[in-house]
Structures are given as structure tokens and as C-alpha cells.
């Protein structure tokens, strides 16, 4: 028996054989000439970016367009003119395509290494995964299907994104990876589909895993191979335990988030893809307490009309019945990412045009986004909210390009609801401090504690290195998120959380002790933070 623990990323159990999936290695060789080796290349060029596009729309299929925004990024490295010059040199030095498309790959990995960065690291690995695709249409084939003949518990190193794209997700039971974090590939997939995943097994897990019998326990992130009686008996108990909480959760799902002393906190959830609509429908979510509008605007070439954005936003409100759905505007750059806005190249993004800020920058952009949410709001309960504001000013400006927007949709007769709450995202440090100026001039806030906490601590949230350091629950994070709730309510407005540690139950009665009014989670996390509520 063998026994590993991970870090869990998707909870569930699973039981099954597992397939331990290799990678088959770049190939090389000499080349046929450099006229020859040219002309193959350019053609594989063609292939495989109509390849890289096939696999984003499938990826957007099945796990909705933050997964498929990957492929978006794969077509621009091949496209990238160094990185065709560098294999262009190799092909004139007489190699084949093959290998000339592995030296660039190589040449350009390395260099992303080299910056000790963790977020470019992990583009390196991303080049050599639009490499393989390249060095696929080289061989004159379509990237082969990953099938299995039965379930099988799948385990990789790492699965890059074109390789969890190709999977045919129906025979995987768990997903078990000796490297990855919690934001890579594999997770979130795994979590968008709801297949049990344990990540960063350590090299422990390897080829002798393959055709052996195995356990998985997503929840608490452990696997264990050809396990015995005693490993079996405890995964027993702990899936009747599981299977019992899911049960006395489901009875949470059509009450109202009351506490005992009969203080209402709705409960409500948070969406960043149309897929996740039908979650939170499904979760009994008291309204859509941050409905995020990037997706919209990744992959693609424009950004999306006033028209699309229109139909999709009036599409959720109808869908939510009464139900009050927050829309964040646009909440770009940094990690979030889009080739159509042309983001500026920044030294620190996360410091960066981000937020309300690029959309003060680009007041076109901004006023297309407001007109769709106004005409939109006539037909539900709606709201909209600012993000990444540091200065009274800056909402100030928001709040005159929604003036704005709203005499120009009168003059144009065009149907549009006059009063939508207009609130604030408290995520600087900066509207913390001076949320008492804010509260008067906004309806609502909602903390967002993933960047608050990121900000106040000076700690990278997407970094893993430093796991350690960035704590919501910091005393310096709690301060200020006390004063924001304080200063909400002293002007007579609500204050709500809808970071990630709204999700943690064990946060809720201190978040409600704080006196926050409303929480929004993940689908998955309404019940579990319904039910603390309840017993608060
Ligand atoms: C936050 O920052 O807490 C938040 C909810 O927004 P996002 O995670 O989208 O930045
Ligand atoms: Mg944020």
C-alpha cells in the first residue's frame, strides 16, 4: 500500500484503476532542407492555430471561457514573431522543423524561467504545450483523443491545458497529479466539472501507480494505491460521512440565512461564467451577490457589443426571477487578462490600469458596458458595483458616466431602469480607510477580500510561495474590513463580503459578528454557508 497526500482541490471520493498518463517526447532528426523544412513549418503554422481554435471552443463548451482563454494565449506564442525567427534561424541552419520548433520552445521556456517569476514559470510550460501542437500539425495529424476503455482514476506529472481539452472526461473518475497548485490547469477544470482532484502529490506518484487499484479522497486530499483493509474501511466512513453532510445540507436549500436571533444575511452566489447561472439556480442562492462581466470579454478578437452584453445581462436577471443580481463592471488587467482590450505591458499589473481605473482610461468602453447594464436592469432586480476604486474621485466619475449614459438613453427613448443601487467593491486599502466618504456617496459595498488581502498584506494572491503570508483572517485584514462595515452602516447603507472567505464557515460568525449584512460564495458553498449562518 501507498499512501499520498496532496492538496485537495476538488472534493469527492472516488475508487478505480489508475491510468498513469506519459507524454510522448519532442522528436528531432535532420532536416530536409531548409526550402523544404520552411515550407512545412509555415504550413504547420496554419494547422495548428486553426487547431489551438478548435480547442478553445471546446474548452468554452465544456468549462465555460476562463478555462478557453489558455488557447487564446497559445495561438498568440506562435504567432509571436521572435519566436518564428528563432525557428526559422534553426531550419537555416539545416535541423528539421521538428526540431527547430523545439529549440525555439526550449530557447523561449528558458527564458521565462530564468525570471524566477512563478506566473511566468508557468508560461513556460504553457509554451512547450503550443509547441507540442505545433510539432503535431508538423507530423501532418490532428492531436490524438485521450480515451480510456473504462473509469480510470488519471494520473499525470501535470495534464497541460490542450492534453485535460482532449480528455474524454466521461471515463475520469479523480484526477491525481504529482505537481500543480490549486490555480493550475488540471484544478480547474477538475472543479468546473466536478471530478474529485488531488495536485502536488509529489514525485512519489509515478509510473508504478499505472494499472494498480486506488482510493481517492478529494476532500482531504489524499490517494492511496492498492490500499488494505484498514484504508478501505476508512474510506468508507469518511463517503457515508460526506454523504450524510450532503444530506443535512440539503435541507438549508429553501430556507431563508437567518440567524437565531432572527437577523437576515442572504446568502448569495457568485458567477463568472453562464454555466455558473445554472449553479447557482441550483444552490437555492438567495440573488447573485457578484455576477463578474470579464468573461464577456476573453476570447475573443472585440469586445463584446452593447447589444451582446445586453441580451446576456437582461438574459440573467430574467433567469433570477426577483432575485437581485450584483454585475461588477468590467474588472480588467492584472490577473485578469484579455487580448481584445490591449491591455498596457506593466512592470506590476496587480498595481496597475485594473479595474475602474482602465475603464475611467477608456470611457468608450466603459459607456457601452453601463448603457447594456441600464437597458437591461428595466427587466430585473438589478445592481451595479465598481472595482479596484482607491479615491473618492474615481466614483465619483463612474457615478457621472452613469448620469451620463442614462440622459443618453432618455433622449433616445430607449427603455432603462432610472434607479439601480450603484455600490463599491472595498478592495484597496485606500477605500477602507476612507469608506466613510464612500458610504455617502454609494448604495452598498461588497468587501472583496481576495485582493483586500493581497493588498493589504503586500502578498501575490496567486502565488503559491506564499501560501503562508496572505490570510484573510489577518488581524490588519479584519481591522479594516470592521471599519468599512462600521462606516457602511453609520451612513444607513448595507456592507457585504463576497470574497473567497465568505466560503469558509468558519469565517461566518465572524463576519456576521462584524455586523456584515449579506455574504456571496461560490454555488458549491451556499449551503455549507447557509447552514453556519442558520446556526449563528
Ligand atoms: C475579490 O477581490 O475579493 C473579488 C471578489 O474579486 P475578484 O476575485 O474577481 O478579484
Ligand atoms: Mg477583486
Known sequence: MKRLQGTGTCAGFAEGPVFFYRRATAGGGPGGGGETEAARLALAYRQADRQLEDLRRLAEEEAGAESAQIFEIHRMMLADEDFRQCAAAAVERG??????????????????EQTGDPLLSERAADVRDAARTLENALCGGEPPALEFPQPVILAAEDLSPSETVRLDKRQVLAFLTSGGTAQSHTAILARSLGIPAVVGLGPALDASWDGGDALVDGGRGIAVLSPDAEARRRFREGQALAAKEQRELSRFRDVRSVT?????????????????????????????????TEFFYLSREQPPTEEE??????????????RQVVFRTLDAGSDKQAACLDLPAEQNPALGLRGLRFCLERPGLFRTQLRALYRAAAEGNAAIMFPMVASLWELQEAKAAARAVQDELRAEGLPFREKVPLGVMIETPAAAVLSADLAREADFFSIGTNDLTQYVLAADRLSPALRRFYDPLHPAVLALMRATVENAHRAGIPAGVCGEVAANPRAVPLLLEMGVDKLSVAPPSVLPVRAAVCAF
Open 95 to 112: 535541423v528539421s522543423a521538428e526540431e527547430a520548433v523545439w529549440q525555439a520552445a526550449e530557447q523561449f521556456s528558458a527564458l521565462l
Open 260 to 292: 437565531r436571533s432572527g437577523r437576515a444575511a442572504p446568502v448569495c452566489a457568485n458567477v463568472g461564467a453562464p454555466g455558473d447561472l445554472d449553479a447557482a439556480l441550483e444552490s437555492g442562492a438567495e440573488g447573485i451577490g457578484l455576477f463578474r
Open 309 to 322: 452584453q445586453f441580451a446576456a445581462y437582461r438574459e440573467a436577471l430574467r433567469r433570477m426571477g426577483g
